[in-house]
């Protein structure tokens, strides 16, 4: 069993074909211990709100039994990069066994989203960032709109890590087919499952 909060993305409304909201239901329906709460004004986040919720949810999960398994989460789009800003500010009230971060949309591009400015460029930052986590893990497409230079040199390379490429999945949003993802419930129960499998 684990403990794991779900962060959805920017204009996210946790519609029920999403994958996220699907693996919800599966994860919980498994018996593990699921926060998967829907962030304020998803189509004009603003950044106090959103670090607030996730750092509250956060909290709750943490406060669990470690008896119940991991604490474990995993964000999409702005959900991972609302994980990211929080981790590197140091603001995180406990450390993960596992993250996920798919698809993390570049900062580049969050210039409508004032605020959730990462500095992957300082080295404080990124320290902060790698500690939040036994592991972490980036899970991204080779055609994702919202990741032009790719997740490995907009985010990999910063962070130390080797992304893991899942092609044709662009955003792993509803709209490019993401329903139902057996690889991430079963990497839910074991870390070495195929986050692939769909």
Do not use: C
């Not at 409304?13 to 919980?28: F, M, S």
Request: proline letters at 7%; a negative charge; zero cysteines.
């Amino acid at each position: 069993m684990a403990r794991v909060v779900i962060g959805h993305g920017y204009t996210n409304t946790r519609p029920v074909e999403h994958w996220q909201h699907r693996a919800a239901v599966a994860l919980r329906n498994a018996g593990h211990q699921v926060h998967y709460p829907q962030f304020p004004s998803p189509e004009a986040p603003v950044v106090a709100d959103w670090q607030a919720l996730l750092l509250a949810e956060m909290a709750l999960a943490a406060e669990l039994s470690p008896a119940l398994g991991e604490l474990i989460y995993i964000g999409h789009s702005l959900g991972s990069v609302n994980w990211i800003l929080a981790a590197g500010l140091g603001l995180l009230p406990a450390k993960f066994d596992r993250v996920l971060l798919v698809a993390p949309a570049d900062p580049a591009l969050l210039g409508r989203i004032p605020g959730f400015d990462l500095a992957l460029d300082n080295d404080e930052f990124l320290a902060n960032v790698r500690a939040a986590a036994g592991k972490i893990t980036l899970l991204g497409s080779d055609a994702d709109p919202w990741s032009p230079r790719g997740i490995q040199a907009t985010f990999g390379d910063a962070l130390g890590l080797a992304a893991q490429i899942l092609p044709g999945a662009k955003h792993f949003s509803k709209d490019d087919g993401f329903g139902p993802w057996q690889g991430l419930i079963d990497w839910v129960a074991d870390s070495a499952a195929d986050l692939t499998l769909r």
